[in-house]
C-alpha cells in the first residue's frame, strides 16, 4: 500500500494510504507543538482527535462526512484513521460547474448546514476547502476546529465564515451562490434568529474595520 502527504497544515498533516478503491484511507496525524510541554502537548492533541472523532460520529447521522474507522486510542492519541473521499474539493471545481450546478451543489451545501447545526455541531471553518463533491452529495470533511453549541452567535459565525469564502475563492457568482445556501439553510430550526445574528456579525465586522 503507497502513502503520502496530501495535505500539510500548520495543526495536522494528512497521509494517504493507497490501495484499492475500497481500502484506500487517510490518517489524520496532529503536528507535535515544540513550544509546549510534552506532557500538555500529547493531551491537548488526544483531547482534540477525540473531540473531532466524536464530531464526525454525530455529524454521519445526517449528512455525508467521513467516518472515525475506531476512536483514538491511547498510544495514538494525535492520529484519526478514516476513510479517504475521493472526490473533487469545491474550492478548486466548484467555478468549473455550470451555473445550474454551482445552485444545486449550494442547495445542499445549505443542507446540511442547516442538519449539523440542528444537532448543534458547529463546523469551526466551513469554507469550500473543506466540503468534496462524490457521486453528487457534498461531503463535509475537517472538524478540527468544531465544537457543540447551542448559542445562536455560534452558528453565525459559522454562517459568516462560510459566506466569506464564497466571496473571496468564487467571487464570480458568490451572491447567487449564497441565496441558494441560505434559501435551503431556512428551512432549519432557528434558522431566522441565526441568520438575524449574522446580520450582527457582519455589522461587527464592518465597524471594525
Known amino acids: 500500500m503507497k502513502q503520502k502527504i496530501i495535505q500539510q497544515g500548520a495543526e ?15 490518517i489524520k496525524d496532529r503536528i507535535k507543538k515544540g513550544y509546549r510541554l510534552p506532557e500538555l502537548d500529547i493531551k491537548i492533541r488526544g483531547k482534540r482527535t477525540k473531540s473531532e ?39 478548486e471545481h466548484l467555478d468549473k460547474f455550470p451555473l445550474k450546478k454551482q445552485k444545486e451543489i449550494c442547495k445542499k451545501i445549505g443542507e446540511s448546514v442547516g442538519k449539523i447545526h440542528n444537532l448543534d455541531i458547529i463546523h469551526g471553518d466551513l469554507t469550500t476547502s473543506n466540503m468534496i463533491l462524490k457521486n453528487d452529495q457534498v461531503y463535509l470533511i475537517d472538524f478540527g476546529l468544531g465544537f457543540i453549541s447551542h448559542k445562536y452567535e455560534d452558528k453565525a459565525v459559522d454562517l459568516h465564515l462560510l459566506k466569506q469564502a464564497l466571496e473571496a475563492k468564487h467571487f464570480k457568482n458568490w451572491k447567487e451562490l449564497l441565496n441558494q445556501v441560505i434559501k435551503e439553510y431556512q428551512k432549519y430550526k432557528d434558522s431566522g434568529i441565526i441568520l438575524e445574528r449574522l446580520m450582527a456579525v457582519e455589522k461587527r465586522g464592518r465597524y471594525k474595520k
Do not use: T, W
Request: hydrophobic content about 40%; some cysteine.
Open 12 to 26: 495536522a498533516n494528512i497521509i494517504l494510504f493507497k490501495g484499492s478503491k475500497e481500502k484506500s484511507f487517510i
Open 53 to 91: 472523532a466524536k464530531l464526525l460520529e454525530k455529524a454521519s447521522k445526517v449528512i455525508h462526512c467521513p467516518i472515525p474507522f475506531l476512536q483514538p486510542s491511547i498510544k495514538n492519541s494525535s492520529k484519526l484513521k478514516m476513510p479517504f473521499i475521493d472526490g473533487k474539493k469545491l474550492s
